[in-house]
């Protein structure tokens, strides 16, 4: 009587192990594309096509263009609408060199020194530092590139925040972003020239007065984006009458 099992190949061993490797080489294929992909953020922010394609943010636009004409901009909008992302995208461009085919605004063909500030030491790290870098123990998946961290220098007396970001320019040099604070007043810019300058909510008018002098014999930039909770301010209304209809 002729048997109906089917007949193992006598390699079924080595047969089973080859498909374990090759599934194995394939999960380290698809991890580390995972790991590229959130080490290079900022290539899915504002893009050309889909449902978060630029189009769909002329104010983002408007903002990163003003740069071009203008030392002083600012991002005034209500809560949730992106302004820190606007902000910060602008800071890792100018950062990296690496500005897109679209950018409209005001470009640094060299390695630059900036500065980005908020208005306390922990909403610096919590926002500024996330965006910027991803969570703490992941730097490299937020808007600065991973491949283009170059160093980074721990905050005294703040946990999980830093103090220096040293990112690689496309020219071959190193750009250098300071993260400091509002409540450490005006003597955080003293003694620094800036070509970059980043105010997350709004600034004190002192503090605001010392960034601009930083920029001065640079022909830098200070840019601001915040929503105007404390009202009509000095600072606020400034940019308001000055604004262009």
């Known amino acids: 009587m002729q048997s109906l099992m089917p007949q193992l190949p006598q390699n079924s061993h080595s047969l089973n192990t080859s498909r374990t490797e090759a599934k194995q080489r394939l999960l380290k294929l698809l991890k580390e594309k995972q790991r590229r992909e959130s080490q290079n953020h900022i290539a899915t922010v504002f893009p050309e096509t889909g449902p978060l394609r630029r189009e769909l ?3 983002h636009m408007e903002f990163f263009e003003a740069s071009k004409l203008h030392k002083e901009i ?4 209500a809560n949730r609408v992106g302004k820190t992302v606007a902000g910060g995208y602008a800071t890792s461009v100018h950062l990296t060199g690496e500005y897109p085919d679209w950018w409209p605004g005001h470009k640094f063909e060299y390695p630059i020194t900036a500065l980005a500030a908020g208005d306390t030491g922990n909403t ?3 926002i500024l530092q996330n965006k910027l870098l991803g969570k703490f123990g992941e730097e490299g998946t937020g808007l600065i590139p991973g491949a283009r961290i170059a ?6 007396g703040i946990p999980e925040a830093y103090e220096e970001i040293k990112v690689k320019h496309v020219s071959g040099g190193i750009s250098r972003l300071w993260l400091r604070s509002y ?8 003694g ?3 070509d970059w300058i980043w105010l997350d909510e709004e600034v004190p ?3 605001y007065d010392e960034a601009l002098v930083r920029t001065m014999t640079t022909n830098g930039r200070v840019a601001m984006t915040y929503t105007p909770i404390m009202g009509m301010t000095p600072l606020t209304l400034s940019f308001i009458e000055d604004a262009q209809p």
């Open 183 to 190: 409540e450490q007043g005006r003597k955080v810019f003293q």
């Open 74 to 77: 600012l991002f005034l909008s």
């Open 57 to 59: 943010y002329p104010k």
């Open 205 to 207: 008018q002192e503090v």
């Open 124 to 126: 610096t790290r919590d």
């Open 151 to 156: 160093g980074l220098t721990r905050k005294m």
């Open 192 to 194: 620094f020239e800036m």
